[in-house]
């Protein structure tokens, strides 16, 4: 990994921007085919779909519609100890995602007046678990179950055919979902897939959603922004990333081996360490050449190491570290210095923080509790990780009696005159004409 030395620096906001690694991708290339794939999906439907398994996934003649009997034999034949693993993760995730469910409120004025505040699920969401370098029948879980929670009457679930099955969405991942009480799923992924959940596809018998989650490549994330004026999205969730702020106290060990874990992931993913120790900077190097060596995906994690979106980071003190992480706005955030209970406040933009030494990011990826679909690319910063509040919407009820309308009756006349809207007070007024 190439080393960032910013040591006798204090970058303002924007050269720490400027300094940051970032990958460079072509992004309006990704936005460009994404749009195409979406666009021939919505004009051709299932013939389109066809056309791209057939061109990105090389499958052909499979079923779109994942037939019931595919995802009961998934769970029968999925093994005690992962089952016992997902069981364990959905009640954890249950568990941390009601507490996201506002509760109703209502707020009283005198003389009758009341606003009532409630929260409604949106009725349909197209939930998107990717299946390309890995299996994600956690992804499965993180979906699904914020959205049962939050009360969605009818979900949809895509996920990319499978050379490999003969066309059909990895078993693990048709097991999760039937674990979870899921039927609609459908063998389908990329850009395509996001098109046909955000349109529908008639020939097929899928209902357009009106909000779509869930993870993907630079595709995915490309079609979920060209969608998103026709449906909402959680977030443009791209390549994984991970921060680590550490000091002289950090492992070492551990350091290496949770950037490793995200660089796994994807040949882009983003792996830093920015800290205040130089001799932590070359203890971490000597233990990524050892462990990569023997990690299963050495040549995936290679290339994401040593890419342009990779460094390790020296600052002169943790404050600066502070800054250069808040700048970034990484997807996970970890935390492993002495000084964590005080700096961990001023951690304003990360989708998830993990404190301490025992709390890598793979414990939220799995079994934490918290979801794991998080913004990537800065989105932190304007963007909430996925939960029950992805698919909620806030409505307000207004109720007020005669007494509390002809209480403000002529403060609102005197702004709408003001506004030059005359007719929104002649409405107020109309309603105390007997009593002139």
Do not use: C
């Not at 959940?197 to 079609?223: E, F, H, K, R």
């Not at 921060?243 to 983003?270: G, K, N, P, T, Y």
């Amino acid at each position: 990994m190439r080393v960032l030395d910013l040591r006798g620096q204090r970058p303002s906001r924007a050269e720490m921007l400027d300094l940051i690694p970032r990958h460079t991708g072509d992004s309006e290339s990704a936005h460009a085919a994404a749009r195409d794939l979406v666009d021939e999906v919505r004009r051709d439907g299932e013939k389109a779909l066809r056309r791209h398994a057939q061109e990105f996934d090389r499958v052909t003649g499979h079923s779109i519609r994942v037939p019931r009997e595919q995802l009961i034999g998934a769970l029968e034949s999925l093994s005690p100890a992962v089952r016992a693993a997902l069981e364990s993760t959905i009640e954890r995730v249950r568990q941390a995602s009601a507490v996201q469910v506002p509760a109703e409120a209502t707020t009283d004025f005198s003389n009758g007046g009341r606003v009532v505040q409630r929260w409604l699920p949106v009725e349909r969401v197209g939930l998107y678990v990717p299946g390309g370098k890995a299996v994600y029948p956690s992804s499965v879980v993180m979906n699904v179950v914020p959205a049962q929670i939050a009360g969605v009457s009818s979900i949809a679930l895509v996920s990319p055919p499978q050379h490999a099955f003969d066309g059909r969405v990895h078993p693990t991942i048709l097991a999760a979902a039937e674990l979870l009480g899921v039927t609609e799923v459908y063998a389908m992924g990329g850009a395509s897939a996001i098109g046909a959940l955000a349109y529908g596809v008639a020939d097929i018998d899928l209902a357009p959603v009106s909000v779509i989650t869930g993870p993907g490549n630079q595709y995915v994330a490309a079609a979920k922004r060209y969608v998103r004026s026709h449906v909402g999205i959680d977030s443009e969730a791209g390549p994984t990333e991970i921060l680590v702020i550490a000091d002289d106290s950090a492992d070492a060990a551990f350091v290496a081996a949770d950037l490793i874990s995200q660089a796994e992931h994807d040949e882009l993913a983003s792996s830093i360490l920015v800290t205040d120790s130089a001799a932590l900077v070359d203890a971490v190097s000597r233990e990524l050449v050892s462990q990569v060596a023997s990690t299963s995906h050495s040549e995936r994690v290679s290339v994401a190491l040593r890419g342009a979106q990779s460094a390790l980071v020296i600052v002169d003190d943790i404050d600066v570290a502070v800054d250069f992480s808040n700048a970034y706005g990484p997807e996970h955030l970890e935390v492993q210095t002495t000084v964590n209970a005080l700096i961990v406040p001023r951690l304003v933009n990360a989708g998830a923080i993990f404190v301490g030494d025992y709390s890598p990011v793979s414990l939220g990826d799995y079994s934490a509790g918290s979801n794991h679909v998080l913004p990537t690319g800065g989105h932190s910063a304007f963007s909430s990780g996925l939960g029950a509040y992805t698919f909620l919407r806030a409505q307000q009820v207004i109720e007020y009696s005669k007494d509390a309308l002809r209480e403000v009756s002529a403060g609102l006349q005197a702004l709408a005159s003001n506004e030059d809207l005359p007719a929104h007070g002649d409405a107020v007024a109309v309603r105390f004409e007997t009593e002139k």
